[in-house]
Nanobody, 116 residues
Framework: QVRLVESGGGLVQPGGSLRLSCAAA????????WGWYRQALGLQRELVAH???????YYADSVKGRFTISRDNAQNTVYLQMNNLKPEDTAVYYC??????????WGQGTQVTVSS
């Protein structure tokens, strides 16, 4: 069973930066594409970035140019560097595979709050 553990969130002012980490214990990590998702209060969970097994990356238009996803196969970890954060980036951030079947249960997520 794969266990997902997200960390690195917090409270940051607009324009600030955070780096999120997701450890995927118990998985054949390197074979999968991985994604960062977020869910703002009252909204559906959305995919904001993903990285393929070969390192290609894709971003939602809302975060393109500000967020960078990366992976460390040796550490079974995927990262999300978030720069120039905006209040609309406020959400709980989760990682999971990109594409079906998703890993269940999801991790606990990490809260990102962007506010002055």
């Amino acid at each position: 069973q794969v266990r997902l553990v997200e960390s690195g969130g917090g409270l940051v002012q607009p324009g600030g930066s955070l780096r999120l980490s997701c450890a995927a214990a118990g998985s054949i990590f390197r074979l999968y594409s991985w994604g960062w998702y977020r869910q703002a209060l009252g909204l559906q969970r959305e995919l904001v970035a993903h990285i393929t097994s070969t390192g290609s990356t894709y971003y939602a238009d809302s975060v393109k140019g500000r967020f960078t996803i990366s992976r460390d196969n040796a550490q079974n970890t995927v990262y999300l560097q978030m720069n120039n954060l905006k209040p609309e980036d406020t959400a709980v951030y989760y990682c999971n595979k990109q594409g079906a079947p998703l890993i269940t249960p999801w991790g606990q997520g990490t809260q990102v709050t962007v506010s002055s």
